[in-house]
């Protein structure tokens, strides 16, 4: 069974950048549709940030042009570059399958906090 590890998160100051990783063991995720989400307090968890096996990306229009999604096979990871970070962005991301029924066990998740 996969088992997904999110990590790079942090306290950063708005405008701010962080890379978020996903590294996944247990079997390749490669050919995978992937997808980053995210849950603020309080909220729902919403998908952020997608990266189909095809290399085609999307993303939720709060972060386009801020965030980045994309993949290193070889490393099993998939990654989430943010860079003008907002507060709003504040929340626990996660990575998983896009498919929900491919989508393995969730994570722990990775915290970023946006905040002067």
């Known amino acids: 069974q996969v088992q997904l590890v999110e990590s790079g998160g942090g306290l950063v100051q708005p405008g701010g950048s962080l890379t978020l990783s996903c590294a996944a063991s247990g079997s390749s995720i490669s050919s995978l549709a992937m997808g980053w989400y995210r849950q603020a307090p309080g909220k729902q968890r919403e998908l952020v940030a997608t990266l189909f096996s095809t290399g085609r990306t999307t993303y939720i229009e709060s972060v386009k042009g801020r965030f980045s999604i994309y993949r290193d096979n070889a490393k099993n990871t998939v990654y989430l570059q943010m860079s003008n970070l907002k507060p709003e962005d504040t929340a626990v991301y996660y990575c998983?399958?896009?498919?929900?029924?491919?989508?393995?066990?969730w994570g722990q998740g990775t915290q970023v906090t946006v905040s002067s």
């Open positions: 998983n399958a896009l498919d929900a029924a491919l989508r393995f066990p």
